[in-house]
């Protein structure tokens, strides 16, 4: 065996590919050459320092969260169909079970609703091809297209220089009432902004909730509630939330 | 494009008779497609979970491999959510065996269309790497070998040993991090690679060769 074959069979050796034969045949070369040996030492040691250190990376929880999006475990067939097939057949327990779905239904809270519309509306937008109703990156293309659809003037910000680019608006309903969509994007993500008088809690800064994996973030600016969603993660989603919310206050006082 | 080779299969006679039948007769699989939307919902839910099952042990070896291809957590992100939406998709091909190999092939090329976006300079590069590699015995053996008592690397934290990997040329990153991260076999390596198994191991002696001279330059530099 030459020189040549061995310094690259010895990491071989060392990953213990090699079968009986060769694994030999490495080793009597090592034992009468020095240089080779070393070459096995040092691709031993390597492996043993890259075995000693905890070397992957831990799995963000937003990429979970947007697997479980992509490919979700549909719910059993049971469930909505068997009801509807129970109320045709106006059966007394199948009319209960009925009744026990518009409560639950019915629950939740005013904010729960308005959240799980906000999701809703994002999802409705990014999967009906209907993200925009104006398609524009001017600002001054998109406020006024509001005007007289929406009893509000949203306040609509080109953040392109802060990396975030304004993609048009679209009109939404929120809760039963109309809202405005304001729609940017960072890389492949979407964010949908939704402006309206009542989006439930808004603080006066951005705070951050997640809601069925997707971040959500709401506050409150110049008297109108702001609700973004988006699957970006949630620092990004932040930042967009604080560049928005400085650039908005500069506008209001100048 | 997949979905051909599936319709044949499915089915199921002779691919001569299916050809064969009046252009008024449906082939089969598309009439029961009509008649059982239940049992399709439950196929389709039996197909995600048996996906999930099999696929989402693997998200962390998938999304290591991403953060060393790509060298960057958001783009790695959203390269292994994209890796895990094409084998979705593409499932059905996946011909049973480990299925690691199968998922980490996928992340490669999604990875690979990304340097493409980012422009030619990684891609140019990569190229250029792998004929680098295709020489390495010609190379790697004139080097000077540490000798045996200059064995003994210092030991580092994993977050040096990471901007260490990182350093390394795409070619040579990926077979390190196949090997000793994500613990796939040397025929593992050269699947998910595409290359030939003399290739994978004279560019896995490279990269420890490589590496080896990093970890000493940080010794010298810390």
């Not at chain 1, 304004?166 to 964010?191: C, E, Q, T, W």
């Amino acid at each position: 065996m030459t020189c040549e074959e061995a310094l690259v069979l010895v990491h071989a050796l060392a990953d213990g590919e090699l079968d009986a034969g060769h694994a030999r045949d490495v080793e009597a070369h090592v034992a009468q050459c020095p240089r080779c040996a070393a070459a096995l030492a040092a691709a031993r040691e390597m492996k043993e320092r890259l075995r000693a250190a905890p070397l992957d990376f831990a799995v963000p929880a937003s990429l979970r969260a947007g697997i479980d999006r992509a490919v979700p475990v549909p719910a059993p067939v049971t469930s909505r169909r068997a009801l509807l097939k129970g109320v045709a057949l106006g059966g007394v327990a199948s009319a209960l079970a009925a009744a026990s779905v518009t409560f639950v239904v019915l629950r939740g809270s005013h904010d729960d609703r308005i959240l799980g519309d906000a999701i809703s509306a994002h999802l409705r937008s990014l999967q009906a091809d209907h993200l925009t109703d104006v398609l524009s990156s001017n600002q001054h293309t998109v406020k006024p297209w509001f005007n007289g659809r929406i009893d509000l003037a949203p306040p609509v910000i080109d953040l392109t220089a802060q990396g975030f680019t304004l993609v048009g608006g679209r009109l939404d309903y929120i809760d039963g009432k109309p809202a405005a969509a304001i729609v940017y994007r960072r890389r492949v993500h979407v964010i949908n902004l939704f402006v309206a008088q009542d989006l439930g809690a808004a603080p006066s800064t951005p705070q951050l909730t997640i809601v069925q994996g997707f971040n959500v973030l709401r506050w409150n600016e110049n008297g109108l509630n702001l609700l973004a969603v988006s699957d970006l993660d949630r620092e990004e989603l932040q930042e967009f939330g604080a560049k928005f919310s400085a650039a908005a206050r500069a506008s209001a006082q100048g | 494009m997949t979905a051909h080779p599936r319709m044949a299969l499915g089915g199921g006679g002779s691919s001569h008779r299916e050809a064969m039948r009046p252009p008024e007769m449906r082939p089969p699989e598309m009439r029961s497609r009509e008649t059982s939307v239940a049992s399709t919902a439950e196929d389709e839910r039996g197909r995600a979970q048996r996906f999930r099952e099999a696929a989402l042990p693997h998200l962390g070896d998938v999304y290591t491999l991403a953060r060393y291809l790509l060298r960057n957590p958001a783009d790695a992100e959203d390269a292994a959510q994209e890796c895990y939406l094409r084998a979705f998709r593409h499932f059905d091909t996946f011909r049973g065996g480990p299925i690691k190999p199968w998922l980490l092939a996928i992340l490669r090329n999604v990875c690979r269309a990304e340097y493409a976006r980012r422009g030619t300079l990684a891609a140019v590069q990569a190229d250029g790497m792998d004929a680098a590699a295709d020489e390495v015995a010609e190379t790697l053996w004139g080097e000077a070998s540490p000798s045996p008592e200059a064995a003994g690397l210092s030991r580092f934290d994993a977050e040096t040993v990471q901007r260490l990997i990182a350093q390394l040329p795409d070619a040579f990153r990926e077979v390190l991090v196949l090997r000793e991260i994500n613990d796939l076999s040397y025929r593992e390596i050269a699947e998910v690679t595409a290359a030939p198994v003399g290739t994978v191991m004279s560019r896995l002696a490279r990269a420890r060769a490589l590496l080896r001279d990093l970890w000493l330059a940080e010794e010298k530099g810390s």
